[in-house]
């Protein structure tokens, strides 16, 4: 199992960044994905996720309202669009396989 993570970067309060995960390795339109992330504040936090076609879409904690989960069954790809940034949302950002496979992440920082 692979989950390659790309898009983070330093964003300014209140910008946006996209970030994406390449997943191979296993049968990834039969598996729900999710992304979760490690922050300094709150260490490992559940972001979101998706089902296997996209149609049940879940969110947690402050992701709600700013960020969208997508999935392309057939580019095997997890998207987080993620909007109006704070600087509490800074952290790495790991896509992640049920139960328990995690990519390398991508890091994310918020700052002016």
């Known amino acids: 199992v692979q989950l390659q993570a790309s898009g983070g970067g330093l964003v300014q309060p209140g910008g946006s960044l996209r970030l994406s995960c390449a997943a191979s390795g296993f049968a990834f339109s039969d598996t729900h994905m999710n992304w979760v992330r490690r922050t300094p504040e709150k260490g490992i936090e559940f972001v979101s996720e998706?089902?296997?076609?996209?149609?049940?879409?879940n969110y947690y904690g402050s992701a709600q309202g700013r960020f969208t989960i997508s999935r392309d069954n057939s580019r095997r790809t997890v998207d987080l669009q993620m909007n109006s940034l704070k600087p509490e949302d800074t952290g790495r950002y790991y896509c992640k396989r049920p139960p328990n496979d995690w990519g390398q992440g991508t890091l994310v920082t918020v700052s002016s």
């Open positions: 998706i089902s296997k076609e996209g149609e049940i879409r």
